[in-house]
């Protein structure tokens, strides 16, 4: 069943896609709709004049009164106007398919823009709307549109001879689609890298994997962001010094120094650096440093109050590692402080993968009788595994969270939740984060603690 949401704002590490609106007509005249060399192959002739871009963007405000409604202008963080636009031109919603069409200016070819935002338009089509198929054609004689989808996972399915009309006259169409159980099966995103070592195993998953909205892009996945701040909340007093360690796209640490608390933030990968940096704002109390957890020395002893460990335990597949970085971790903490800590959990991975791909409970990457998950490209812990490494570090446990619950479980029945809906379904999952019973029925694990030796 398809849940139909109209265009929302979509982000990639480098494109905001979003609505039109009345004031990107000029920019869409200049940047692209004049140009006829990027018309060649449309079925609509180079604008003439603004006031044509003006007109066909009244047209598309007054279509986003629709929710089955999805047309995006693309634009760059760095430039802030539109430089081209990516829409579903068609969709059956009987059979749950939809077709794309899309355009960029010619100043903007062969950077990798347009499969960027293909990508996330195709994320957002399976994953929020629930289509089943997803279809995109092209001009054989314009070969670079198919290069575009095939990077991104579709399939040339053949060419209709003589099927269609551009601004070439009749032509053949080049067809490709990517399937539901073929898009899901991306999720194995990692499958043909063979790592030479820690450091270039996180690099290249987050060169991958879309680490800047994972926390934000839907109802579902601000589950486990809430919780968590909701428990560190509760150890904020004025003035409290924080170092988040491993801090990803920089959700934590921008939150909490909008708050006007003095953030530290490190973080190993290069795509996250560039994500976090795009988001920092002037006179924002934050210093965010590029460097590897296991490694603080660039932080005194006794420094901060608050002490972040997410990101790092996802990725240490080493006990002499895991237990070096919560060892640095303890020594930059005061005393006084408290430190979180996060974990994948192995236990529910395996239904929510079942849900994904049909196959994993037979096929999937586990062992079949412990049902321990394998650990690549991120490390999994069972809830008793987490309680041994911790108490095995020195830290005494006040709080073990099951920061998300079953949010990745049920995503789409809560992203189909109006908003009254959504928070009392956080006002029950905060009343059963902490119940023993519920803990390892979580993606995420959350544990607070403080220094017991």
């Known amino acids: 069943m398809l849940t139909h949401k109209g265009t929302q704002k979509l982000e990639t590490k480098r494109l905001i896609l979003r609505r039109a609106m009345t004031e990107d007509a000029q920019p869409m005249y200049e940047n692209w709709a004049s140009d006829p060399e990027v018309t060649k192959y449309l079925t609509w002739p180079a604008y003439t004049s603004s006031d044509m871009a003006k007109e066909r963007i009244a047209i598309w405000i007054e279509d986003y009164r629709s929710d089955d409604n999805y047309q995006w202008m693309i634009v760059p963080k760095e430039l802030n106007q539109p430089i081209g636009s990516i829409s579903v031109v068609s969709k059956d ?17 062969h950077q990798g823009i347009m499969s960027e935002a293909l990508q996330v338009v195709i994320d957002f089509l399976f994953e929020e709307v629930g289509m089943l198929r997803i279809e995109a054609k092209h001009d054989p004689n314009n070969p670079h549109s198919g290069g575009v989808m095939r990077k991104c996972g579709m399939k040339y399915e053949g060419t209709s001879r003589k099927s269609s009309r551009n601004n070439q006259g009749v032509c053949d169409t080049a067809c490709f689609s990517i399937l539901r159980e073929e898009y899901n099966k991306k999720h194995h995103f990692m499958e043909d890298f063979v790592p030479e070592d820690e450091e270039s195993l996180v690099q290249e998953v987050y060169r991958r994997f879309n680490e800047d909205t994972r926390l934000t892009k839907s109802k579902a996945a601000q ?4 919780t968590t701040v909701r428990y560190i909340e509760r150890y904020l007093k004025p003035g409290v010094q924080i170092l988040d360690i491993g801090a990803g796209a920089g959700e934590y640490s921008l939150y909490f120094a909008k708050k006007g608390f003095q953030v530290s933030a490190i973080e190993l990968a290069d795509s996250n650096i560039a994500s976090f940096r795009a988001k920092i704002t002037e006179n924002l109390p934050l210093v965010l440093t590029q460097g590897n957890a296991l490694d603080l020395s660039r932080y005194a002893d006794n420094s901060f109050d608050i002490v972040l460990l997410f990101g790092p335990l996802y990725h240490l597949h080493n006990n002499t590692d895991k237990l070096q970085c919560i060892r640095e971790a303890k020594r930059v903490c005061k005393p006084s402080g408290k430190i979180f800590f996060a974990f994948i959990s192995n236990d529910i991975v395996i239904l929510t993968m079942q849900q994904e791909h049909p196959e994993y409970l037979l096929e999937g990457a586990y062992d079949k009788e412990s049902f321990k998950l394998d650990d690549f490209p991120f490390v999994f812990h069972t809830l008793e595994r987490c309680r041994e490494l911790l108490v095995q570090s020195g830290i005494r446990i006040c709080n073990e969270v099951a920061s998300d619950g079953v949010s990745e479980l049920l995503k789409e029945l809560i ?3 109006d908003e009254a809906t959504y928070q009392q379904y ?9 119940k023993p019973e519920c803990l390892g029925m979580s993606n995420h694990l959350l544990f607070v603690g403080d220094i017991s030796d």
């Not at 589950?223 to 809430?226: D, H, I, K, Q, R």
């Open 93 to 109: 919603d009987n059979v749950g398919k939809a077709e794309i069409g899309y355009c960029i200016g010619k100043a903007w070819w």
């Open 415 to 417: 992203n189909g939740m």
């Open 426 to 434: 956080l006002r029950y999952h905060y009343y059963i984060c902490e």
């Open 223 to 226: 589950v486990e962001f809430l």
